[in-house]
């Protein structure tokens, strides 16, 4: 009886010890190294273009959106005539690189000479996408230029830097301006006059 407890009481830290094992979760198994992470499809994807190692290594450690950022450099790089190292300076400024990418590729395949500048009036617009609609529609229909068109569509891309003085955003209240009431001046007092005592002969 007594042998039987010694063994219980000799086990009970042993089962204590692997459950401990077992309920604490492996920081190894979150980590993946294959295609799953993104700063190494980001890597992988500025390698193969011809970024250098020093600078696809700088560039997709920083990215908020690894993956998104080396997409953006590869459709241009493979879709235009632009090089990878221009189009990944570009990429890395703006907000959002899949817009970029659609700018830079729609105007691109729409022109029969490329224009060198395309890279930074995407870069330069608020809305790459609608700023690529509006350069390709007009020169659908009008005989312009590349650069006449994104020339006419970059001054009109931010609608709110073209407002008049006169506007009021809806979430202000203008200050209610009333003209002052006309003041009637007030006569000067007179003086009252003295009381005269009766003279008694």
């Known amino acids: 009886m007594a042998r039987r407890k010694h063994i219980q009481i000799a086990t009970t830290p042993l089962a204590i010890a692997v459950l401990a094992m077992t309920s604490v979760p492996s920081v190894a ?5 294959s295609y799953r992470n993104s700063f190494r499809v980001c890597t992988a994807r500025l390698l193969s273009v011809g970024i250098t190692d020093v600078a696809a290594a700088n560039a997709c450690a920083t990215a908020l959106n690894p993956r998104e950022l080396s997409s953006c450099v590869l459709s241009i790089d493979q879709r235009t005539e632009i090089a990878a190292a221009d189009a990944l300076a570009t990429c ?22 490329q224009p ?3 890279l930074d009036y995407c870069g330069r617009s608020l809305l790459p996408v609608r700023f690529a609609e509006c350069v390709v529609g007009l020169r659908s229909e009008i005989n312009f230029t590349p650069v006449q068109a994104m020339d006419s569509c970059i001054d009109a891309s931010d609608p709110l830097g073209n407002l008049s003085p006169t506007f009021i955003p809806e979430s ?3 200050a209610i301006q009333t ?5 009637t001046p007030v006569p000067p007092a007179q003086p009252s006059p003295l009381p005269t005592t009766p003279v008694t002969p």
């Open 92 to 113: 890395r400024q703006v907000r959002s690189q899949d817009e970029l990418a659609t700018c830079v590729v729609g105007i691109s395949q729409t022109s029969e000479e």
């Open 179 to 183: 003209s002052p009431e006309p003041v």
């Open 172 to 174: 202000q209240t203008p």
């Open 116 to 118: 060198a500048n395309v």
């Open 29 to 33: 198994a979150t980590i993946t190294t």
